[in-house]
């Protein structure tokens, strides 16, 4: 493949592809996500590769990233139709291929409402997808992440093209504020006015950053947006780079998903062949490189600052934040940090304009919001709504609600640095500041359900004991006072309570999260805050009266 | 263990201070665990003290400073795993194998280990075994997916 | 240049003249109010582990809590060394040290300025606090290496690297003395005899007193341990 020279060269090429490809041709998308490879569709995906070749070249077979219902993979999506296959095994497949030679449907493996009855075969019917708007995951049953040319083939890179043909990066920059878009890594903080910031910073050499981390427990949308559509992110990051003036990124993402750093390799070596990485992108003038860089397992080097000590090479010890790292980052330049899922909104915003992204979502935050359900739902899996939508929306017309028929105790948001409300609260919408102020910030976006035999203070020891494995140690309170919790927590689950723990407990959490150093320090006792906020009483019960029930 | 891969991976990184975490990550991979000896070799090349290269290797759970077993037994601690029965597979796997967090068998066989959310919590709680994830799983099936692994 | 640019804040009440590029924490020693410390020393980069110079900063009407070894100087800040939150952070970030090293003299006299209970929190006599002196002096003024982080999170512990301690550290013995519980002597102690007895290289000649002397405190027996 020779460089693509410039953006007409780019849609020239585009047009090749969508001309080389029959829209009426069956085409089979197998689900390569991280649950649905887990539950081997890698087998799945061979068997309709064999039985494929037996039948000629009469349907084509993809190997695609997540399709968002994990709970009932392996997922196969027929096309056209959406026909959707659920828990499909190897088995499955001569049926399937020989029905969709005919045009018709396998019943038994379709959506099925368990209470009713009643079947669904298209994706647009079934419960789990219709409550959504899929505008950034809703392409991954479309493309193999390996291969540049499907994401081409759904318009992908053509935001790139309009920004370095239409666009200044001043106006780019416009653009992405006016959208305000905000950040969707946890603080929500508008990516705009931080790309604005870098941008504005003296330095000539600035870098942008893609994390994708996710070291968030339970939170695993960014993976499957990142291991799906990996061409997405790194066009925002692009256009950002642009934006911003970076001559350089990195993607910084987990060493142990064999199939995110596969695609991510690949993705960036595509690009670069294509000509959409390296100096003078698409003849624009604008010289931009891409470099990859993995965290080695632990939850603080995703961190912003301890992200950037990483790259350096140095431990990935978080660095006191009076000065930013949008104005001193990566080797004391001007660095800026957004999540996989902020830079995958870049592109829309680009191509559709800053007005249609305000129309979405919530007066203060706009867009699409990408959640991981899981916990005790009976439908879990990668969930993409407008900012807004009750949470009742995504409990139970999304979830299914709460698994084995039991009622809801409690919603956890943010991970171990996230807070659990009661089930009381269910009306709430999604949106960064309403969710904040109730003390369950959205985090990343993982939330789970907890059933009526959730011990709340089972759920806070688990959570502290995570984040004690996954602080650096640098910072006393954060080293010291987590331990603390976690040995008062363990006392009370074991019902061994004693007078003064609860202040204890109290005063740890009080100095831990304001003398911390870095974020996960701050945030440590969050999800206990919000206990002592909603569920006091199940803490109380632990003193008075030992193992007292839940 | 390779020794000549290993030389391999150093070499590519002589006198760049700055890769220190990529040369452990590769090294790790290859020989799944770092010999002391490989840490000297790497300290003197790189030219990073060597007491800054025990920091990175032993701050790291990825690292490991002792040798493995020949197979790797992942119990997913998750949040939704542990939600979902996570403490009871663990409990089996430590009856079974003997072993706790961390630790590796006398005949090499097993190393056990808890940790990590990989991403997969519609199909927890999870055992994975060398990579190969055993989703749904419940204590009762433990023991055949283990007798597997010799 | 801008480093010799005066700019004048508020410590405790009190107008502070203080150049561009200083913290607080030596703008306040620069007019002798103290602020307590236990990673800081004036030789080494500033660290901010131990957190307990904490300090009250309001910019513009908002109230912040910062470490003063790190947080730079600017116009107008109002600085409080003292206050009730203050108090409190210190308080429990004694307490929760003193889980660990109950009798290091340097918190027993914190612990009496702030009301700290040296039995509040779960004891776990390790005897070092991680302030990290030991290793950053011995990296940065010493350039050794010969003592080093290992692990992380309340793990974290410091160690000797006896391949180098056995050559560099009896005629050095610099951190010793600038440890605040005498954990860095006994740490090398055990490493000594348990990887190098004997061997250790012998001063050539008789060492002055490192400076600053902070004290040099006889190690506890190991036994002590409560």
Aim: include cysteine; glycine fraction near 10%; charge should be negative.
């Amino acid at each position: 493949m020779p460089k693509l020279q410039s953006a007409a060269e780019l849609e020239k090429f585009r047009a090749e592809i969508l001309a080389s490809r029959d829209p009426a041709k069956p085409c089979i998308a197998v689900c390569a996500g991280a649950a649905c490879d887990g539950m081997d569709s890698a087998a799945v995906a061979a068997a309709f590769v064999a039985e494929g070749g037996k039948l000629g070249d009469k349907i084509e077979v993809r190997t695609t990233g997540c399709h968002g219902y994990c709970e009932k993979g392996p997922n196969v999506v027929v096309t056209p139709g959406d026909i959707c296959y659920f828990e499909v095994q190897p088995g499955d497949v001569p049926e399937i291929m020989a029905a969709t030679l005919k045009g018709e449907v396998v019943e038994r493996l379709v959506y099925q409402d368990p209470n009713t009855g009643a079947k669904a075969v298209h994706m647009h019917e079934v419960p789990f997808y219709k409550h959504q708007t899929r505008l950034l995951i809703g392409d991954n049953p479309k493309i193999d992440p390996m291969r540049i040319d499907d994401y081409l083939a759904v318009g992908g890179y053509a935001a790139l093209v309009k920004a370095l043909s239409e666009m200044s990066p001043v106006q780019v920059l416009d653009e992405v504020k006016k959208a305000n878009l905000r950040g969707r890594g946890g603080g929500g903080f508008p990516a705009g006015s931080k790309w604005e910031t870098t941008r504005n910073a003296p330095e000539k050499t600035k870098y942008v950053i893609v994390n994708g981390h996710e070291g968030e427990s339970a939170a695993f949308m960014d993976r499957a947006m990142l291991t799906g559509n990996p061409h997405k992110v790194l066009e925002g990051l692009i256009i950002g780079a642009y934006a911003i003036g970076a001559q350089k990124g990195f993607m910084y993402t987990r060493h142990d998903m064999p199939l995110l750093t596969k695609h991510v390799r690949n993705a960036l070596a595509q690009a670069k062949e294509y000509g959409l990485l390296g100096k003078n992108i698409l003849g624009s003038g604008f010289d931009f490189e891409c470099e990859l860089h993995f965290d080695v397992g632990i939850f603080v080097s995703g961190e912003s600052s301890a992200l950037m000590r990483s790259i350096e090479g140095n431990p990935p010890e978080p660095r006191p934040k009076y000065i930013r790292t949008s104005v001193s980052g990566i080797w004391d330049k001007p660095s800026n940090l957004n999540n996989v899922e902020t830079w995958a909104n870049v592109p829309q915003i680009i191509t559709r304009g800053a007005d249609w992204f305000t129309s979405i979502g919530s007066e203060k935050s706009k867009g699409t919001k990408l959640i991981s359900l899981s916990g005790n739902v009976v439908n879990s899996g990668v969930v993409e709504v407008p900012m807004g939508t009750p949470l009742r929306t995504l409990v139970f017309d999304i979830g299914g609600g709460v698994r084995d028929g039991k009622t809801l105790k409690a919603i956890h948001f943010g991970g171990a640095m996230g807070g659990s409300i009661p089930a009381d609260l269910i009306d709430a919408p999604l949106d960064f500041d309403g969710m904040s102020k109730l003390g369950a910030p959205i985090g990343a976006g993982g939330l789970l359900l907890m059933d009526e035999d959730t011990d709340m203070v089972e759920v806070a020891r688990y959570l502290m004991d995570f984040l004690v494995n996954e602080s650096c140690g640098k910072c006393a309170p954060c080293r010291e006072g987590m331990p603390q919790m976690l040995h008062i927590l363990t006392n009370l689950t074991k019902g061994e309570g004693k007078p003064g723990d609860l202040e204890r407990l109290e005063d740890l959490a009080e100095v831990t999260g304001l003398a911390s150093l870095c974020a996960l320090g701050k945030t440590s006792a969050d999800p206990l805050k919000s206990m002592f906020r909603y569920f006091k009483p199940d803490y109380e019960s632990r003193i008075a009266g030992g193992s007292a029930g839940k | 263990m390779c020794e000549q891969k290993i030389d391999g991976i150093i070499e590519k990184y002589r006198g760049e201070p700055g890769s220190l975490i990529h040369a452990l990550v590769e090294i790790q991979h290859e020989n799944h665990w770092l010999p002391r000896e490989v840490l000297h070799k790497i300290a003197d090349a790189l030219t990073v003290p060597f007491a800054q290269v025990m920091q990175i290797a032993s701050f790291y759970k990825t690292f490991s400073l002792t040798p493995k077993g020949r197979h790797e037994v992942h119990v997913c601690t998750g949040m939704t795993c542990h939600l979902r029965g996570a403490a009871k597979l663990r409990a089996k796997v430590e009856e079974l194998t003997g072993l706790k967090d961390g630790e590796t068998d006398a005949e090499s066989r097993f190393t056990y280990e808890t940790g990590a959310c990989l991403g997969s919590c519609s199909i927890g709680p999870e055992l994975i075994v060398d990579g190969k994830h055993y989703g749904r799983m419940t204590p009762e099936k433990i023991e055949d997916v283990l007798k597997q692994y010799e | 240049m801008s480093e010799l640019t005066e700019i004048v804040l508020q410590i405790d009440g009190q107008e502070v003249k203080a150049t561009a590029g200083m913290t607080v924490l030596q703008a306040a020693q620069q007019a002798g109010i103290t602020i307590p410390t236990l990673c800081h020393h004036e030789k080494l980069e500033a660290f901010g582990g131990c957190r307990l110079c904490m300090v009250e900063v309001e910019v513009r009407g908002w109230k912040n809590y910062v470490v003063s070894c790190l947080y730079p100087v600017a116009k107008d800040i109002i600085v409080r060394t003292r206050s009730e939150k203050v108090d409190k952070i210190r308080k429990v970030l004694v307490e929760e040290l003193m889980a660990h090293a109950p009798d290091a003299p340097e918190l027993v006299k914190l612990a009496e300025e702030y009301g700290a209970d040296r039995d509040r929190f779960e004891r776990d006599a390790s005897f070092c606090i991680v302030c990290g002196l030991c290793v950053r002096y011995c990296n940065e003024v010493k350039q050794k290496n010969a003592v080093g982080f290992i692990d992380n999170g309340a793990r974290r512990e410091i160690s000797f690297i006896p391949e180098v301690a056995k050559e560099e550290c009896w005629g050095c013995q610099e951190c010793f003395a600038i440890c605040p519980t005498s954990y860095a002597q006994a740490a090398y102690l055990l490493t000594e005899a348990l990887a190098f007895p004997g061997q250790r290289k012998a001063p050539i000649h008789a060492i002055k007193p490192p400076e600053p002397v902070r004290r040099v405190i006889p190690i506890m027996p190991i036994a002590a341990t409560t």
